[in-house]
């Protein structure tokens, strides 16, 4: 990554809101669990389980500035939202007070292939240990997937560049203000 930053992810828990936390995971949309279900074959179980890690993905991309990839089942999760546009838009709006794009890789700019090791490095700084499950990963160099509970902690992740409250979630560009 170009003009990239050092931040110590220890710094991740000043960000933190609970209150907001709260009712970010607090939002129901049923009909994101319904087209989970019906569209991807999940379980309503594992559709709800789904749903939930997109909003704390959300909430991470919408209070933390930096470059953040969404694992696979993740970004199904948001892709799914963001077909209820409205609702989506207001959820953002609502919660964050800007609206969380997405952003995917291009050819112009490819992902930075470490971004999903430290977006789950951050979720685990933010949430704390043993809330991600098995929607929360990253494929080690193996092709392997690593599950949140297992990560190394290396105390330090990688921010790319971009402006504040452009917290996209995903693709290159997202800065740090600091």
């Known amino acids: 990554m170009t ?5 110590r992810t220890s710094n991740v828990h000043a960000s933190k809101s609970p209150e907001l936390l709260e009712k970010v995971m607090n939002y129901d949309n049923r009909h994101v669990v319904e087209r989970l279900q019906k569209k991807h074959g999940m379980s309503y179980k594992q559709a709800c389980s789904v749903f939930q890690d997109t909003k704390r993905f959300l909430y991470m991309c919408g209070t933390i500035p930096g470059q953040w990839t969404p694992p696979d089942t993740i970004d199904i999760g948001w892709h799914e ?12 709006i609502k919660h964050f007070a800007h609206f969380i794009y997405h952003k995917p890789a291009t050819s112009d700019q490819p992902s930075d292939p470490n971004a999903p090791k430290y977006t789950l490095q951050v979720a ?3 949430f704390g240990e ?5 929607n929360w990963y990253y494929l080690n160099e193996k092709g392997k997937p690593v599950l949140g509970p297992g990560i ?7 921010l790319g560049d971009c402006s504040p409250g452009d917290s996209c979630g995903c693709g290159p560009g997202c800065s740090d203000p600091q």
């Open 130 to 134: 043993g809330v991600l499950g098995e």
């Open 81 to 92: 939202f963001g077909l209820f546009m409205k609702e989506y838009e207001d959820f953002c």
């Open 152 to 158: 190394e902690k290396i105390g330090y992740i990688v």
């Open 3 to 7: 003009n990239s930053i050092l931040k």
């Open 124 to 126: 685990t700084n933010l």
